[in-house]
C-alpha cells in the first residue's frame, strides 16, 4: 500500500512539473533563408528586454521574434570567432566570450567591441554576474573579475599554463559561493576570502572526465562530460557519483536547470531531454525522428535554453535554430483523462454544466460526468450515423439530432439511449435533424429535412412545410426565440417568423432591404436586445427586434471577407464571433480582439456549434480540432504579459539609420530626420516568439492614418514621402489601449540650412566690404539660375503620373536586372541604355532614381560598385588585384573617382576598409 500511495503522488508530482510547460510542442526552425547569418549556434541567452541573442561561429545575431541584427566578428582566424557563452550586466549591457577573448555589444554603433584584449589575451568559456554587478569570467587562463570596470584575475593554478587555469563553465552557489568548472576538475570560490577549495575525487572516481557544463539543484551539482554524460556531485557530502540517467548519448553539449526539478540537458547525438532529478527518470525526450514531422531537426544539439517563459532554444550544428512557438494557454482543448480526448476532433455540438460534458461530433457522442467520474462513448451501431449535429438538454435528458440517423433522447441517471419518436421513419429514423429548441411554453421546436415540428409532453402539436404554411422550402437549420417570444425561422431559402399570439408562421412581415431571402445560419440576440443575423455567405446583419432599424455590418472590419458560424455575449457585454478563418471579440464599437495559435486555439477554423457559458463563467467553443474553453478571465489578461512593445529599428530610405537614433524614454521614442529623409520604415516586436503570421497589432500615424488600423502577420511598417514636421506614431496590442508606445518622428524643414547660410552671406558682406559685393552678386545669380532649373525639373516630375506601386514595381525590376545581369560593372552604361532594357523612356527611369529612390543615376549605379569592391575584397583570388584594377573590375572608370565615391559613402578610404576586416592588399 505504501508503494502504491507512493507512485501515485510521483505521478501527480510529474503532472504538476510538467504543467508549468507547454503540453505540446510545435517548432519553428531558423535558417539563412530567415536573415541567420550562421548555421552553427553555439550559444543562446535571452535579455531583460526580450530579445533573443544567438551565437554562431562568426558572430552574434539579436532576434526579437521577426528579424536578426547582425553583429559579426572580426579577425583573421576563422576558427576563433565561435561564440562561446553571453551574458548580461545592469543596464542591459551583453557580453560575448568566444576564442578570442572577452567582447562587449556596441548597440549605439552596431558593432562588438573588444574587452580589455591587452589583459584577456584567451578564449572565455563562461560568464557569470551577480546581483552587485560584477561579472566572472571563466577563461582558458584562469578566473577573471571585472568590478566597476577594473579587472582582477584569480588563478586556480600558480602555473598559468595548468589545465586546471581551463575554465569551462561557472556556477552560483549558496552562502557567497562560486562554483569554477574546469577541464577536469571542480573547485569552489568563497566570494568573500577569495579562497579556492578543490573538490577532491574519492578512491572509485578518478578524474578522467572532461567537463563541459555546470547546473545546481538544491544542495546537488550537475556535470555534464563530454564522454560519461552527467556526474552528480553532493555538496554536503563531497561525493561524486553517476547520474544513473541513460541519454541516448554521453557527450553532453549543453545543461542547465530550472533550479527546482528539471535538468535541461543537450546532448551531441541524442536531442534533448528533460530530467526529473527527484523522480531520476527521464520527463519528456526531443529528438529528430527521421519520417516523422513536429520535432526538432537534428540530434547534433551544440546549444540548449529553455527561457523564462518555457519556450526552449536548440542550437545546431549547420542547421541553424529550432525553437518552441509561445503559446499563452489563455485556451485549453478539453480532455477527460485516460477515457476522452477531443483533440483533433471536429466538433459540431455540446452540452456543459457544472459537471457534465456532452461533446458531439462527426466521430459520434461523447458523455463525460467528471463529478461522477462517468464516461460513455455513442457511436455505430448504436447510432445509425455518428455525425451529431445538436445537442439539447430539456427536463433533465438530453435530445440529439444527427444527419442521416433522425433524433434520439439520451438519458443521463441511466446513461442509455433511445429514439425519439419511432413512429416517424422520416426524419426521426432516417432524416437529418438540425436544431432542438423549447419555446415559454414548454414546447419542443425540431428543426429538421422534412420541416418543422412542435411537440409537447412527447406528443406532436405540429407539423410545418412549406405546403401547408409559410415555411420556405428547404432545410430547416434553426429557430431562435428572442426575448418578445418571438421565434426566427432560418431555412436553406431565407427567414420566416412564428408568431406567438397569431399562433402561426409568417413571412410576408418584413420590409424591403432585409436578409428574409437569404439562407441564414442563426439569429442571435444580445443584451441592447439588437438581433444578429449570420448568413451562410456575406457580412452579418444587424436589427432591433421590431425590424425598423437595420443595417449590414460595417465593412473594413476583420471580419471582412469570413463567414460567421456563431456568435455569443459573454459576461462584460462583448460578443465573440467565431468564423471560418477565425474566432474574435467585439466590443460592438470598432475594436475587434482576433484570437489564433498564440492564444492556444487548435485550428482557425470554427464550424457551426453553438458556444456555452457554464455557471462559472467560462466559455465552451466547438472548433474544428476540439473542444475548447477560455481557461481564465479575460480581465486577468490585460498587462500580462511578459514584456512591452517595442520599436526595435528604424530604417530611413530603405538603409537602416545610423544617425539619427531612437532614443527611449518610458515608453515614447524619438527620431529626428532630415529633409532628404522622406521614407521611414518603423520596426516592432512585442516578444512573443510564436509564428510570425498569427502576431497582431493596432497602430495609427497622426496626421496620416485615419483612427487606429489592424495589422496582423507583420512587425513593420513604412511610411513614404514625409514632408517636413511632426507625426507621432503610435502601436498597441489590439485591445490592449495600456499596451500603447509612441515613436515621435520630426522631418526637419529645409529652410532651416537655407537661412544659416543666408545669415553667414550677410556677415561675409559685411566683413569683405563693397569689393566682394560683386562676385557675391554673380554667386548669387548662379545660384538663382540652378534654383530656377531645379524648380523647372521638379515641376516635370511634379506632372508625372506614376504611382507609387508602379515605381515600387520598376524600382524591383531595376534590382533584379542589376543583380541578374551585373550591369553596374560597365563603366560607360548610360542611363538611356538602362531604359532600353525596361522597356521605358529615360525620363521615366530618371524620374524613379530621382523622386523615388531620391538618388541619381550615377550614385545608384555606384552604389552596387562599391557592393562588388566589399565582396571581391573578401575572396581570396583578388587578394593580390591591386585597388586600381579591383575598381574597374566593379565598373569604376578611374581610381580617383572610386576613391572619392567610397570615402563619401563609407566615411573611410579603401584601404581603411580592408585594414578594418583583417585583409591585406598589394597597394
Known amino acids: 500500500m505504501y508503494n502504491l500511495i507512493r507512485h501515485i503522488i510521483s505521478l501527480l508530482f510529474l503532472v504538476l512539473t510538467l504543467s508549468t510547460y507547454a503540453s505540446s510542442y510545435s517548432f519553428r526552425g531558423l535558417s539563412e533563408t530567415d536573415g541567420l547569418s550562421d548555421l552553427t549556434v553555439s550559444a543562446l541567452y535571452k535579455d531583460s528586454l526580450g530579445y533573443v541573442w544567438i551565437g554562431t561561429a562568426t558572430s552574434i545575431e539579436r532576434f526579437d521574434g521577426f528579424r536578426f541584427k547582425h553583429y559579426p566578428i572580426f579577425g583573421d582566424n576563422e576558427k576563433l570567432k565561435w561564440v562561446n557563452v553571453i551574458t548580461e550586466t545592469v543596464g542591459n549591457q551583453l557580453w560575448v566570450g568566444n576564442d578570442m577573448g572577452l567582447w562587449r555589444v556596441n548597440k549605439e554603433q552596431n558593432k562588438l567591441d573588444p574587452f580589455a584584449p591587452d589583459i584577456i589575451k584567451c578564449g572565455v568559456r563562461a560568464l557569470l554576474t551577480d546581483s552587485e554587478g560584477a561579472l566572472y569570467i571563466g577563461s582558458e587562463n584562469g578566473l577573471f573579475v571585472n568590478r566597476h570596470n577594473q579587472l582582477k584575475r584569480i588563478a586556480i593554478n600558480p602555473d598559468i599554463l595548468s589545465p586546471d587555469n581551463f575554465i569551462v563553465d561557472l556556477g552560483r552557489g ?67 557519483s553517476d547520474s544513473g540517467i541513460d541519454l541516448g548519448s554521453h557527450i553532453i553539449s549543453d545543461l542547465s536547470s530550472d533550479g527546482k526539478d528539471l535538468l535541461y540537458v543537450g546532448t551531441d547525438g541524442n536531442g534533448v531531454h528533460f530530467v526529473s532529478v527527484k523522480e531520476q527518470q527521464i520527463i519528456r525526450s526531443f529528438r529528430y525522428e527521421p519520417g516523422t514531422s513536429g520535432g526538432i531537426r537534428s540530434n547534433s544539439v551544440y546549444s540548449l535554453l529553455v527561457d523564462r517563459e518555457g519556450l526552449m532554444w536548440v542550437g545546431f550544428y549547420q542547421l541553424g535554430l529550432d525553437y518552441t512557438l509561445y503559446q499563452s494557454g489563455l485556451f485549453s482543448t478539453y480532455a477527460y483523462p485516460p477515457s476522452f480526448d477531443s483533440k483533433e476532433m471536429p466538433v459540431r455540438a455540446i452540452s456543459i454544466n457544472d459537471h457534465e460534458r456532452l461533446i458531439g461530433s462527426r466521430n459520434g457522442l461523447f458523455y463525460v ?182 443595417r449590414r455590418f460595417q465593412p473594413g472590419t476583420p471580419l471582412e471577407g469570413k463567414d460567421a458560424m456563431f456568435m455569443i455575449e459573454d459576461r462584460e457585454e462583448w460578443l465573440w464571433i467565431g468564423t471560418n478563418l477565425g474566432l474574435y471579440r467585439y466590443d460592438k464599437k470598432s475594436t475587434f480582439v482576433p484570437y489564433n495559435f498564440v492564444d492556444g486555439l487548435p485550428s482557425s477554423i470554427f464550424i457551426t456549434c453553438f458556444p456555452v457559458i457554464d455557471s462559472f463563467g467560462t466559455i465552451w467553443f466547438g472548433n474544428s480540432k476540439g473542444l475548447i474553453y477560455l481557461t ?107 499596451s500603447e508606445i509612441r515613436l515621435s518622428v520630426v522631418v526637419a524643414s529645409p529652410f532651416n540650412a537655407a537661412l544659416w547660410i543666408i545669415i553667414l552671406l550677410l556677415v561675409v558682406i559685411v566683413c569683405l566690404g563693397v569689393a566682394y559685393y560683386r562676385k557675391r552678386t554673380k554667386q548669387q545669380l548662379a545660384t538663382d539660375l540652378a534654383e530656377a532649373s531645379k524648380s523647372v525639373v521638379e515641376e516635370k516630375y511634379r506632372k508625372s503620373n506614376m504611382s507609387k506601386e508602379e515605381c515600387r514595381k520598376l524600382a524591383a525590376q531595376l534590382d533584379a536586372l542589376m543583380q541578374e545581369k551585373r550591369l553596374y560593372i560597365n563603366p560607360d552604361l548610360k542611363i538611356a541604355d538602362l531604359a532600353t532594357m525596361l522597356n521605358i523612356s529615360p525620363y521615366t527611369l530618371s524620374y524613379v532614381f530621382n523622386q523615388f529612390l531620391d538618388k541619381s543615376y550615377y550614385d545608384y549605379l555606384n552604389d552596387y560598385r562599391i557592393a562588388e569592391f566589399k565582396r571581391l575584397i573578401n575572396e581570396d583570388e583578388y587578394a593580390k588585384y591591386t585597388l586600381t584594377a579591383l575598381a574597374e573590375l566593379c565598373g569604376f572608370s578611374s581610381r580617383t573617382s572610386f576613391f572619392r565615391y567610397f570615402k563619401k559613402e563609407t566615411g573611410i578610404t579603401p584601404n581603411e576598409y580592408i585594414r578594418s576586416i583583417g585583409r591585406t592588399n598589394e597597394e
Open 174 to 240: 549558496e552562502a557567497n559561493t562560486l562554483w569554477i568548472l574546469t577541464r577536469s576538475q571542480l573547485y569552489s570560490m568563497n566570494l568573500s576570502t577569495r579562497k579556492i577549495t578543490l573538490c577532491p575525487y574519492d578512491g572509485k572516481h578518478k578524474p578522467d572526465y572532461t567537463y563541459r557544463k555546470i547546473a545546481r539543484i538544491g544542495s546537488k551539482l550537475y556535470l555534464g562530460t563530454m564522454e560519461h554524460g552527467v556526474i552528480v556531485y553532493d555538496i554536503p557530502t563531497g561525493q561524486f
Open 369 to 550: 460526468d467528471e463529478r461522477a467520474k462517468r464516461f460513455k462513448s455513442f457511436k455505430s451501431p448504436q447510432l445509425r450515423s455518428n455525425m451529431i449535429m445538436c445537442i439539447y438538454p430539456f427536463q433533465g435528458k438530453y435530445y440529439i439530432g444527427t444527419y442521416g440517423g433522425g433524433m434520439y433522447v439520451l438519458e443521463p441517471s441511466t446513461l442509455s439511449i433511445r429514439d425519439f419518436d419511432s413512429s416517424q421513419s422520416t426524419p426521426f429514423l432516417k432524416g437529418h435533424v438540425f436544431c432542438v429548441k423549447a419555446d415559454s411554453e414548454g414546447c419542443l421546436w425540431i428543426a429538421t429535412s422534412m420541416g418543422l415540428y412542435r411537440y409537447k409532453d412527447g406528443k406532436q402539436l405540429n407539423h410545418y412545410t412549406n405546403s401547408n404554411s409559410k415555411l420556405p422550402e428547404g432545410n430547416v437549420f434553426d429557430i431562435c426565440f428572442d426575448s418578445t417570444g418571438k421565434g426566427w425561422i432560418c431555412t436553406a431559402n431565407g427567414l420566416c417568423i412564428w408568431d406567438p399570439s397569431a399562433r402561426s408562421l409568417k413571412a410576408d412581415v418584413f420590409p424591403e432591404g432585409f436578409i428574409h431571402k437569404e439562407k441564414v445560419r442563426t439569429v442571435y440576440e444580445d443584451s441592447d436586445h439588437e438581433l444578429y443575423f449570420l448568413p451562410d455567405k456575406g457580412p452579418i446583419f444587424i436589427s432591433d427586434l421590431s425590424m425598423t432599424n437595420f
Open 632 to 738: 481564465r478571465d479575460l480581465r486577468d489578461e490585460k498587462g500580462n504579459n511578459a514584456y512591452p512593445l517595442a520599436i526595435t529599428d528604424v530604417y530611413v530610405n530603405g538603409k537602416e539609420a545610423f544617425y539619427p537614433i531612437v532614443q527611449k524614454e518610458g515608453k515614447d521614442y524619438k527620431v529626428s530626420l532630415e529633409p532628404s529623409h522622406k521614407n521611414l520604415t518603423i520596426c516592432f516586436s512585442g516578444f512573443t516568439y510564436s509564428d510570425p503570421v498569427y502576431m497582431s497589432y493596432e497602430y495609427c500615424m497622426e496626421g496620416l492614418d485615419e483612427g487606429w488600423q489592424q495589422l496582423s502577420g507583420k512587425s513593420e511598417l513604412t511610411y513614404y514621402d514625409l514632408t517636413p514636421g511632426k507625426y507621432q506614431f503610435k502601436l498597441r496590442r489590439i485591445g490592449e489601449p495600456e
